[in-house]
Every structure is written in C-alpha cells, then in structure tokens.
C-alpha cells in the first residue's frame, strides 16, 4: 500500500502509528508538526485533522485519526507483518488493550500537561496534577499484573502493534513522576523494544 502520510510529533502516541509503519515496511511519509509552535491549530493543519490533534494517517480513502483506529488500520493492510492477531477473540483482546491505553492511562497522563481540558482555576489544575503520579502508578500495576508475564510481548509470544503503543506509553512514566523500574516487566518490555529496527528508526526523530 502506497500513499500514506503520517502526521506526527515525537514523544506523542503518533509514536506507536510511527512504529506500526515501520515494523508493517510500508511506504509512507512522515510530517513533523510543531506542537510547541502551534501548527497544530494552523489553517493547514485543521484541514487535514479538526481536533488539531495527532496522530494523523492520511490514506487513498480519506484520513483516519486516533491511535487504537490507526493501528488497526495498519495491521489490517499489512498482514503479511502478522501485526495483530489473525482470529476474532485474539484481535478483540488487542483492541481491548489498545482501548485501555486510550481511555484510561493517556487520559491519567494528560492530566498533568493538559489539566486546563478539565478545569480553569489553577488550584484545581494543581490538585489533578498532583495525583498524576499516583493515577499512573495503578495504571502500570494492571498492565503488570494482568497483561504481561505469559510472554514476551503484550499478548504473549506474538508481536502486535500493541506492544509499540505500551512502548510509546511507558516512555512518559519518568515525565509523570514515576520510575518505570518499579514494574519489572513493564521495564523489560521496554528495554526489548529498544532493540527492534523499526523502534530505532521511528524514535529518530
């Protein structure tokens, strides 16, 4: 598949879209947005995503956005990857993982950059970002207990798109307060991401 273009910008979950593309060995082009200058709020921008938000999956059929979409999206086109699960119960478990990251944990670590989406007073802004820390360490404690421990990977022993979205994730533990050594195999599962090609080339920059 051709023409795709990624919308993104680094330390984002776009980084698991990045990553996805990478190990898929798609063709796609990458566009860098500054999210620090706003171009996320540029006429330009808002015509291809009006959330203002990344990531963005620009396709032949229209342009797609949200992480859990857009790594279903790239799995599915690639199958050859074997990027998710082939039978119903196997990709819905994916889905369901990739959910939780969505719903839950970016949402628990959002609100310690992005606390003024909930509220305008600063001490109420404050009082949120102060339990960021505490809302991320139970949100690691469920993916350690309950996810990881049958294999190396988010599902066990096959590689998903899942397991670079919990890498993306993972990596903003130390912004938010939290030392990532403290889940031992949330760590190792990171430490192992590191090694793959295809994190290398889409952590590059």
Known sequence: MTNL????????????VHIALEEAGARYEAVRID??????????????????????????RGTLTETPALLAYVARCFPQARLAPSDAFGFARMQEFNSYLASTVHVAHAHRPRASRWADEPEAQAAMQRKV?????????????HWLGDGPWVLGEQYTVADGYLFTIAGWLKSDGVDIARFAQVHAHSQRMRERPAVMAATRG
């Open 35 to 60: 999210l620090a200058a706003g171009e996320q709020r540029s006429t330009s921008y808002l015509a291809v995503n009006p959330k203002g938000r990344v990531p963005s999956l620009v396709t032949e």
């Open 5 to 16: 273009t990624l919308y993104y910008a680094p330390g984002t979950c776009a980084q698991a």
């Open 133 to 145: 820390p505490a809302n991320m360490t139970e949100c690691f404690e469920f993916i350690e207990q």
